[in-house]
Structures are given as structure tokens and as C-alpha cells.
């Protein structure tokens, strides 16, 4: 009997798990329309979406991003990538500018949709501390220029930890307090999690499902080997560890994210 439950246990997890993947394909068009605010009576799909990633460094978008850009792209949305350094720390930038540029065309950006920034007061540094109203001015041209009506970015623990992406949330944050946005734009952040929950790779799935957020994204197999594909783009960080963090993170599979407010906000500005 118990070697009976046992085999039952992980089986009924994984059957659970297909269940999951399967509900969330057909709802991820309600999600994005619950997120976005747009009324259920309006009939509309994933082509009103026009999303601006925002990340710090080339390979973060396949890194920590890629089940929301492939799904978005899925749905016929327009996303555009905002990099905010060309990833120069050990003097690679003009080989890793390459390397996003394929990276974010096999994930299903062409590269007229995608922006690199070489700054002097944003080095790809996690000693740097970032200029929040630096970044917060970017992210904002950039929303204006395109006609953005959702940005993509980290959260306050920037999912790895590292500074230069929690002075993106930072800058956004800030932006969310001037006033400037435009009306129908949201934002949101890239939920950071636990250890043990950001290596069990697919199997997080029933825990992103069931704890809440305010937008879910799931791959499948297919979409894996996309998100994949993109990370091999990036021949220069292909370290042992890397091709771990390929096989076991949760965030090849799974993107979840909460809303950042909008509204005054008493934030210090650097």
C-alpha cells in the first residue's frame, strides 16, 4: 500500500501540474485584459497590448523574462526591450549587444524593437548605484515614443539580488508617483522568490497558481526550448552554472507578477 502511495503522490503532482498549464493557456486573454483594466464587454486580444520589457543587462531577458515574451508574442502583442546597459563589465559590450539582438529574435523581437543604452552613470556594475530619475527619464521617452501600455520589470528584490536591477524597479516606482504615465499604462513587477521555489523548475507551477498575482505566464515544452535557444544566443555568459540555472529555474518556465501602483509617493530620488 504505501509504495502504492508513493507512485500516486508524484503522478496525481504532475497531473495537476497538466491541468494547471492547460486552464492557463486558454485564460491568459482574460488575465491580461483583467491586468490591463479593460472592460469584459470589449472585444479584444493580445494586438491592443503593446509591452516594454525593461531590463539591466543583455541576457536578462531570456534569463528571467522569457515565458511572458514568448507567450505575449504568442498572442500577436507588441513588445519592445529596453536594456540599460550593454553588459560591459568585463569589456564584452559590443559582443553581448550582439548576442541580446539574436537572443531577443529567437524569443520574437526584431531588433527595431529593441533598445540598448551606453551610459556613463549606468555601468553594468552591482556596485553602481544607479540614477533613478537617469533611468525613470528613459523608461518614460521610451513609453511615449512607442505608445507603451504596459511595462515589464524586476521587483525590489530584482529576483537575482542585483543592484542594477533594483534601480530599475526603484526609477519605476518613481515614475508610477509623478503623474506622468499615460492613463490606460500598467506596470508591473517580476516577482522574486524563494530558493528552493526558483530551482524546482516546472514543478513551482501549482505554487504560482494558487498564491496570488496579478499576471501569470506558463510555457510548455515548446516554449522552453525557445527560452533556451535564447540563453545559448549568449555564448559569453555560458559558464558550468549557467547551464544549470537553463535546466532547473523556475523562471524558464514560469513569469508571475504583481501591479505597481500608481499614485504620490514619498521616494527619494538619487
Known sequence: MYVYLVAFVPLFYLVWIKCIYDRHR????????????????????????????????????????????????????????????????????????????????????????????????????PKAEWSISLVSSAVLKHITAHSINMVLTFDGRGVSGHANHVAIYKAVRHLASTGELPKECVLLSLETVGLLRKYISF?????????????????????????????????????????LYITFSRYMFINTFQTIPQGPKNLKIY
Open 203 to 243: 514543478l513551482d507551477l501549482p505554487f504560482s497558481w494558487l498564491l496570488p498575482s496579478h499576471l501569470c505566464c506558463v510555457v510548455g515544452s515548446k516554449g522552453y526550448k525557445q527560452a533556451k535557444a535564447a540563453m545559448l544566443c549568449h555564448r559569453t555568459q555560458l559558464l558550468w552554472f549557467r547551464y
Open 26 to 125: 486558454h485564460t491568459l486573454r482574460s488575465s491580461l485584459k483583467s491586468t490591463m483594466n479593460v472592460s469584459s464587454e470589449r472585444d479584444t486580444d493580445g494586438a491592443d497590448v503593446r509591452a516594454l520589457v525593461v531590463t539591466a543587462h543583455p541576457d536578462d531577458e531570456c534569463m528571467f523574462f522569457a515565458p511572458t515574451i514568448v507567450r505575449l508574442v504568442a498572442l500577436n502583442a507588441s513588445v519592445h526591450l529596453l536594456c540599460l546597459s550593454e553588459g560591459n563589465y568585463y569589456n564584452q559590450g559590443a559582443q553581448r549587444r550582439e548576442e541580446l539582438l539574436s537572443s531577443c529574435a529567437t524569443l520574437g523581437i526584431p531588433a527595431s524593437r529593441v533598445t540598448i543604452i551606453d551610459h556613463k552613470k549606468l555601468p553594468d556594475d
